[in-house]
């Protein structure tokens, strides 16, 4: 019948570890007691109710059942004893052995204790902040990641959304990704308010948990035959340990495998190449694999107590087990929690991007001047009705000075010169470009006055830049008050670092000027897309420390309402007259604009090194157009690709703007698709002007 009290290690294998004074006491070293103690060999090893309560009508316990098969193990048990020093040992006999006294250990449901508690807190962890647990900021900002693509695509085919909507599965799947990078972590967060109480539930109830879950494990059996039959592969014998007696870990047989190091049996790989088993404190049995090293047992006492969790037994008390004692269980508790830790990581890399970029050792901001690189600084001037000679030479000299200030060395001979013009318009498209470009078109009215545009033109085969400058910006950098004059030399020196950057590009991606987008969606946002890095880029470089955001703040506020008035406006009347590419037209030339503004105005903050704080109605502006949440990672992408500059691999990361060009298109209900060799398609589903389309239906029935 079973007692309250319950040996998880027997008293009978406890026995030939008792100290040699006749008191049948054992030294016990356990965890956060700063030295060993005597305990009764009665007590060692002992908890109450260990396995099962007294039984109230008569049936058999689960402690029962372990009385009655220790009567079996303990014979097997003695006859391992009996044998003499490198005598082989039965396999099978001592599989059952190990088998039964791992699996019925305080070790064993500790580490499930351990690993539940472990488990909890990750969970709690990803609770709390499951952003920051699955990476949401670090996610790939161009291109979804191939393993996240793909169940994004199953899930469309199973569910059948490109066939209902028209749009291919890989336009549905970026748009997708692109709304889970943009409220990824409020939908998780949603998502927290309901698992929360589960976790606090689960974190209260560890212990049972692993109770249970053990004494489920004994129940079904007392020696796993998978076990048995692991360790029956091995050649054992009886090994001496003379130097120092062996200790009985509190997990009592310990395995040694390639990959798992030494752990507890019970934790050990499936093909072990030594295992352990102390039978008294002068011999040990040890399992090996055929053709390996044996195993040298001098060493037993340093690795078990390496792989104990709370305590571990003697005949004696030594210093060299006092050393072993102190930190005694962190190193199993420390893999238990990385082992935890590994598998959420493991999770939350499927929504990684892969590491895939080749870095170039060379640093983008340290680049070599070629031997023909012109390292005096010369650029031409060119009026157009806008001064003299004279008006030129101030120019030129004021320009210089801030070229000199502002950008290095290599960089001058990317500047080709600077056109100022009465007539700015036309000026921008009679500068010699050197091959032949499309029509250069000024902002348009409605977005305030152009003032200022930087052209590639091609010089002895090498890309360079010229300004076209309209002559009141000339008037205003040479003879505005000083607040005006600030101004125009802020937008001017803008453009200036511009050169810079595509100085820096060329460096470390020559084919830059010739680069071919993946696709033709690609390569036609990307013409409208990929300044917008720039402008960020400029504005962090150029900003000055007593800058104030207020004007460009509310410049941006009136740029996106009218964007928004007009590309509405535009659309309504593209539903009538059935113009889609001057709708489209207008709508790429107006978001790529406000995609800029808002990448100079972020760059700006991000320059001046404090907390964003939008103005008032600013935050209002992109909360009515909902666009708040991606105002927040468009910033976060900029300020990402910056930090990560140097380690820039691929030319194609740099179009991450795409996706934010693309996220605007989608706010104004354009989706833009490729149809094979139709090209781009854009989608203007009739859901985004479906009430003005029936209030003009019901007008017309009137």
């Not at 030939?16 to 700063?34: A, C, E, H, T």
């Not at 019970?266 to 090996?288: A, C, E, Q, Y």
């Not at 005694?328 to 991007?353: C, E, K, M, T, Y």
């Not at 946002?525 to 004007?551: E, G, H, I, W």
């Amino acid at each position: 019948m079973a007692g309250s009290g319950q040996h998880f290690i027997p008293r009978h294998f406890l026995k030939p570890f008792v100290i040699q004074d006749g008191s049948d006491k054992l030294w016990m070293y356990r965890r956060n007691l700063s030295h060993p103690v005597p305990v009764d060999r009665g007590d060692a090893a002992k908890q109450k109710h260990f396995y099962s309560k007294p039984s109230e009508d008569g049936t058999l316990t689960l402690d029962d059942l372990i009385t009655d098969y220790e009567t079996h193990v303990f014979k097997l048990v003695d006859a391992l004893r009996a044998l003499n020093i490198d005598e082989e040992a039965d396999p099978r006999m001592v599989g059952e052995v190990a088998a039964h006294l791992s699996i019925r250990s305080a070790h064993t449901r500790t580490f499930m204790t351990e690993g539940a508690a472990s488990m909890a807190q990750a969970l709690g962890k990803l609770v709390e902040d499951p952003a920051k647990v699955f990476g949401i900021e670090n996610l790939a900002a161009n291109h979804v990641p191939k393993n996240l693509q793909d169940i994004i695509l199953n899930g469309i085919t199973e569910n059948g959304y490109d066939v209902l909507s028209g749009v291919s599965k890989e336009t549905l799947a970026r748009t997708l990704y692109f709304h889970f990078r943009e409220h990824g972590a409020s939908m998780l967060e949603e998502a927290k308010c309901t698992v929360l109480p589960l976790v606090d539930q689960f974190l209260g109830n560890t212990k049972a948990l692993a109770t249970s879950a053990h004494i489920e494990a004994l129940s079904r059996t007392l020696a796993p035959e998978g076990v048995i039959e692991k360790l029956a592969g091995l050649r054992w014998t009886v090994e001496p340990q003379n130097a120092v007696p062996a200790i009985l870990p509190d997990c009592v047989c310990i395995s040694f495998d390639e990959v798992e190091g030494w752990q507890p049996l019970f934790l050990g790989g499936k093909k072990p190449i030594h295992v352990v088993l102390p039978l008294t404190p002068d011999r040990i049995l040890v399992g090996t694999r055929a053709g390996v090293e044996t195993f040298a047992t001098g060493g037993f006492n340093d690795i078990a107590t390496t792989v104990c969790l709370d305590f571990f037994l003697s005949n004696e008390r030594h210093d060299a087990l006092a050393f072993h004692h102190e930190g005694l269980g962190d190193q199993l508790r420390g893999r238990i929690a990385g082992l935890i830790n590994d598998a959420l990581a493991n999770v939350a890399l499927d929504f990684l991007p892969p590491t895939d970029n080749v870095v170039s050792e060379r640093s983008i901001f340290d680049l070599e001047q070629g031997d023909d690189a012109n390292r005096n600084l010369a650029f031409t001037i060119a009026l157009k009705d806008a001064g003299n000679e004279d008006f030129a030479r101030q120019l030129g000299d004021y320009l210089s000075k801030l070229i000199i200030r502002l950008v290095p060395a290599h960089t001058f001979s990317r500047i080709d010169g600077f056109t100022v013009a009465k007539d700015y318009e036309a000026a921008l498209n009679e500068v010699e470009r050197g091959f032949d470009a499309a029509l250069v078109k000024s902002t348009p009215s409605e977005f305030g006055l152009g003032v200022a545009m930087p052209l590639w033109v091609k010089r002895d085969s090498v890309m360079k830049t010229h300004f076209v400058l309209r002559d009141i910006l000339a008037a205003q950098l040479m003879f505005a008050e000083e607040a005006e004059q600030l101004e125009a030399e802020d937008l001017l020196a803008q453009m200036i670092a511009g050169t810079y950057l595509e100085t820096l590009i060329l460096g470390r991606f020559p084919e830059a000027n010739k680069f071919v987008a993946s696709d033709e969606v690609e390569q036609m946002l990307s013409q409208y897309s990929y300044n917008a890095f720039s402008a960020y880029f400029c504005a962090r470089v150029c900003a000055r420390d007593d800058m104030n955001t207020d004007a460009t703040e509310k410049h941006l506020v009136d740029q996106l309402d009218v964007a928004h008035q007009n590309i509405v406006a535009k659309r309504r009347a593209y539903r009538l007259d059935g113009n889609l590419e001057g709708f489209l037209d207008y709508t790429f030339d107006t978001l790529s604009l406000v995609l800029k503004a808002c990448a100079r105005l972020i760059g700006t903050y991000h320059a001046l090194e404090k907390p964003t704080e939008l103005s008032d109605d600013l935050r209002e502006k992109l909360e009515e157009l909902e666009l708040i949440h991606w105002f927040d990672l468009f910033a976060k992408d900029l300020s990402g690709f910056m930090a990560s500059i140097e380690e820039w691999g691929r030319f194609e990361d740099i179009l991450f703007t795409n996706r934010h060009l693309e996220r605007l298109l989608l706010r104004f209900g354009i989706l833009l698709d490729t149809h094979g060799a139709d090209g781009v398609h854009a989608h203007v589903p009739f859901g985004s002007d479906g009430a003005y389309l029936l209030e003009l239906e019901s007008k017309r029935l009137q």
